[in-house]
Every structure is written in C-alpha cells, then in structure tokens.
Nanobody, 119 residues
Framework: QVQLVESGGGLVQPGGSLRLACAASGTIFTIDDMGWYRQAPGKERELVAKISSGGRTNYADSVKGRFTISRDNAKNTVYLQMNSLKAEDTDVYYC?????????????WGQGTQVTVSS
C-alpha cells in the first residue's frame, strides 16, 4: 500500500525558513512528477512547485526566488526548501506524486502538513 509521508511543517516567524520533506513508500514501480501544493480554508488547492523525474522544475510566481524544490530518486523523496517566508505562505501543504503502483498509474497525495508564518 502506497503512502506519501510528509514532515517538516511548523511555526516560523516572517523571514524565516522551513524545509519540508515527503517520502513515498510501498510498492512503487515508477514515480513521474512530484510536487507541493497548498490549500487555505475555503480555497482550491494550488500548485506551489513541481519537479519532473528528470529534475525539471516549475514554481508559482508567488514563491519564485524564495522556494526550492528538489528530489532524491534513490529515496523516493521530494523536498521543499522555503526561505524568506511570509505570512501569506501560511497554509496546509500537501505532497503530490504521480506514480505507477501495483496495477495502475495514479495521482497520490500526502496527509498535509501545516505551515504557519507569524510573529
């Protein structure tokens, strides 16, 4: 059974940094794109950053220059380094991976981790 387990969320002051990690486990044959999304109450889930299996990245305009996404394919893990955090970055962050598991391709989500940026 495939899982995406997130870690690294928490409370940080404006201007501070956090590093999120998400590790995929279970019976996985192939992982294509991995990414991070965030969702505020009452809002749609939105893309923060994504990275292809080959390392191609894409970022939301609001985080360009501040966040860096990376992955370690040997560990089936994706990271999000968040610097110069702003109050507007406060959200629940979800890990995403498009993976081929036992039987089919599918879009998988982590459980969500809270990031709060506040004085």
């Amino acid at each position: 059974q495939v899982q995406l387990v997130e870690s690294g969320g928490g409370l940080v002051q404006p201007g501070g940094s956090l590093r999120l990690a998400c590790a995929a486990s279970g019976t996985i044959f192939t992982i294509d794109d991995m990414g991070w999304y965030r969702q505020a109450p009452g809002k749609e889930r939105e893309l923060v950053a994504k990275i292809s299996s080959g390392g191609r990245t894409n970022y939301a305009d609001s985080v360009k220059g501040r966040f860096t996404i990376s992955r370690d394919n040997a560990k089936n893990t994706v990271y999000l380094q968040m610097n110069s955090l702003k109050a507007e970055d406060t959200d629940v962050y979800y890990c995403n991976a498009y993976m081929h598991t036992s039987g089919a391709w599918g879009n998988y989500w982590g459980q969500g981790t809270q990031v709060t940026v506040s004085s």
